[in-house]
């Protein structure tokens, strides 16, 4: 069983246009990661969520936000995605920081700007 | 900055022998290292880790060699299996926050 699931798998959005892709996890883990991963490039953190307390990565544009309603679920949002943002958007969730053995990652969000 | 490089984009071993994966790594705060495996349109799943106090760590046909002082580690894969055929990314945390990926080695096992 999926336990973490990323809604939608695919993503096609128009230049500038604010887009919203989702993760949910069964695992009730402390901690959300999102992170971003272009083509033949590493993936690279945005930001996570340990419990409600977010965490963004200092490199992280400002065009990218995230909300965590609660423990289960976690949004990225792009305010106005650019034709650069398009990528996989993976998230992944840990029991805590120091969790990463345990981390599991959701199977992603292909997300294409047009 | 790429943190952690793993210089070899792909590689191609015949089944039975053994794979290796080579990932190198620049800041010497990391402490934790950790091996994922990624299959086509699947989310990477941990494979293997090693702490820094260690400089090997096995499990089953994976091993994980870590020399700090090069900055080095390596996977090591023995039998290689055509399952195994994958994206391997190399990962690394200092003290157990921001874990930071490599681009990633495709292996292809081939019968």
């Known amino acids: 069983d999926a336990m973490v699931i990323q809604n939608p798998r695919y993503q096609v959005t128009q230049f500038g246009k604010p887009v919203t892709l989702s993760c949910s996890q069964t695992?009730?883990?402390?901690?959300m990661y999102w992170y971003q991963q272009k083509s033949s490039q590493a993936p690279k953190l945005l930001f996570h969520?340990?419990?409600?307390?977010?965490?963004n990565e200092a490199d992280t544009p400002d065009n990218f936000q995230s909300r965590r309603p609660n423990t289960s679920f976690c949004f990225l949002d792009i305010r106005s995605p650019g034709l650069g943002d398009a990528a996989m958007y993976l998230c992944?969730?840990?029991?805590?920081?120091?969790?990463?053995?345990?981390?599991?990652f959701g199977q992603g969000t292909r997300l294409t700007v047009v | 900055d790429q943190q952690v490089k793993q210089n070899s984009p792909s590689l191609s071993v015949q089944e039975g022998r053994i794979s290796i994966l080579n990932c190198d790594y620049t800041n010497s705060m990391f402490d934790y290292f950790l091996w994922y495996k990624k299959y086509p349109a699947e989310g990477p799943t941990f494979l293997i880790s090693i702490s820094s106090i260690k400089d090997k760590n096995e499990d089953g046909r994976f091993t994980v060699f870590l020399n700090k002082s090069a900055k080095h580690l390596s996977l090591h894969i023995v039998p290689s299996q055509p399952g195994d055929s994958a994206v391997y990314f190399c990962?690394?945390?200092?003290?157990?926050?921001?874990?930071?990926f490599g681009k990633g080695t495709s292996l292809l096992v081939t019968p």
């Open positions: 990962a690394a945390s200092a003290s157990g926050y921001a874990l930071n």
């Open positions: 695992l009730n883990h402390n901690v």
């Open positions: 992944a969730t840990s029991r805590d920081r120091t969790g990463w053995t345990e981390a599991f």
């Open positions: 969520y340990y419990d409600k307390d977010f965490n």
